[in-house]
């Protein structure tokens, strides 16, 4: 069967087995040695009801696993509540799943880790560079929280803001990294909008459009990243935009700011600038207060010293730059760049030569490195 098709019903199939009394973690189990089987035995001959054919072989196999003395008494309940031959519903459990995983048992840190891994598709690798922490660092984490709800029943959901943390890092992931998942998280987010009356649920959901209404300016034709200044503005979605910057107002209007309603509104005031030249940076340095008295985060911080850069000039966030650790990642980039506005162009060379070294991804090492090269070939003339 075709992997895309596999990796989008992998949700639906997991969500079944979990509801039948399956526990998480032998329930995933389950769920991939089907997938090799459908990869193995039917790689051109898929069945006529994709998903059926897998809850059918994911639930046996699950059997299988469970066979034991001390287990039969349950493995014999199981087994004749195992699913009818037949067409499967067509239910869309993925949103079910993400509460599902953000159990109350997990950490809200280890239940994103848990469901990026087991319902995102994302590696433990892509994970790991969301997080910022060492692969293996990440790689037990998931391998705790798997332990932690293996047997556990998933009869109390977790909260909506763990949900929204998973959606976020699966859009940015999606957004900017290998696997594309950006369009799946709108839509799974949009179908969480319609169900609920959370101002953050409507926060995410316009800084997701916003950001991606940008999405087709954001690359060459030769795959290279254009940088905001650069982009052709006349390519970005204006639907998109217009959608976002009213979901956000209506959020805003509620007077419960959070932090996905201060990033959606940085992104759209970048949105709302006719060109690069005209943007309020004096307001978006405000949202960047704003938005690190929410979180305290280092990266938000960072972002905030290239906006006090640009509203203040170079040398102001430079300084601003000098109160973070320079092993926040891309500080080394904002350097660079902060640097070359100041005027030099050496110190900024061999920062971005530095920052290419460190960059999370092809995509953006290749950038950093012809920043590099540019300024390098500059100084030798």
Same mark, same amino acid.
């Given at each position: 069967m075709d992997e895309a098709l596999l990796r989008s019903l992998t949700p639906g199939v997991l969500a079944v087995l979990v509801r039948r009394g399956a526990d998480f973690a032998a329930a995933e189990d389950a769920v991939q040695e089907a997938l090799i089987e459908?990869?193995?035995?039917?790689?051109?001959?898929?069945?006529?009801?994709?998903?059926?054919?897998?809850?059918?072989?994911?639930? *046996?196999? &699950?059997?299988?696993?469970?066979?034991?003395?001390?287990?039969?008494?349950?493995?014999?309940?199981? %087994?004749?509540?195992?699913?009818?031959?037949?067409?499967?519903? %067509?239910?869309?459990? #993925?949103?079910?799943?993400? &509460? +599902?995983?953000?159990?109350?048992? +997990? #950490?809200?840190?280890? %239940?994103?880790? +848990? #469901? +990026? *891994?087991?319902?995102?598709?994302l590696t433990t690798r892509q994970i790991a560079r969301a997080y910022l922490v060492p692969e293996a660092t990440m790689a037990q984490r998931i391998s705790r929280a798997k332990r932690t709800v293996s047997g556990v029943r998933f009869d109390r959901p977790g909260d909506v803001a763990t949900v929204l943390r998973v959606l976020y890092l699966v859009f940015n992931e999606g957004y900017s990294g290998d696997v594309d998942l950006a369009a799946e998280a709108i839509r799974l987010t949009r179908q969480l909008a319609a169900s609920i009356d959370h101002p953050e649920v409507a926060g995410l959901l316009a800084l997701m459009l916003l950001h991606h209404a940008r999405r087709a300016s954001r690359t060459a034709p030769d795959g290279s990243l254009v940088p905001l200044a650069e982009q052709d *503005?006349?390519?970005?979605?204006? #639907?998109?935009?217009?959608?976002?910057?009213?979901?956000?107002?209506?959020?805003?209007?509620?007077? *419960?700011?959070?932090? &996905?309603?201060?990033?959606?509104?940085?992104? %759209?005031l970048h949105a709302d600038a006719p060109t690069a030249e005209q943007t309020d940076w004096v307001q978006i340095v405000e949202w960047y207060d704003e938005l690190a008295r929410l979180t305290d985060s280092p990266v938000v911080r960072l972002n905030r010293a290239v906006a006090v850069g640009e509203a203040d000039g170079p040398r102001a966030g430079l300084a601003a730059l000098a109160a973070l650790d320079d092993s926040v990642p891309r500080h080394a980039a904002v350097a660079a760049y902060l640097h070359e506005r100041d005027g030099d162009p050496a110190t900024a060379a061999l920062l971005y030569a530095e920052a290419a070294r460190r960059a999370p991804n092809l995509a953006e090492r290749d950038h950093l490195t012809r920043q590099a090269a540019r300024l390098n070939a500059l100084l030798s003339h």
């Open positions: 459908a990869v193995r035995s039917r790689p051109a001959d898929p069945p006529r009801d994709p998903k059926g054919w897998l809850v059918t072989v994911a639930w *046996r196999k &699950f059997l299988d696993a469970t066979r034991s003395d001390s287990a039969r008494r349950r493995r014999e309940d199981l %087994a004749e509540e195992e699913p009818p031959p037949g067409p499967a519903p %067509a239910v869309d459990d #993925t949103l079910q799943l993400y &509460f +599902l995983c953000a159990h109350p048992s +997990l #950490t809200p840190s280890s %239940a994103v880790a +848990l #469901t +990026l *891994r087991a319902v995102g598709g *503005r006349g390519r970005w979605d204006t #639907t998109s935009i217009a959608e976002g910057i009213g979901i956000l107002q209506m959020a805003l209007a509620r007077d *419960r700011l959070g932090e &996905f309603q201060a990033q959606a509104a940085i992104a %759209a």
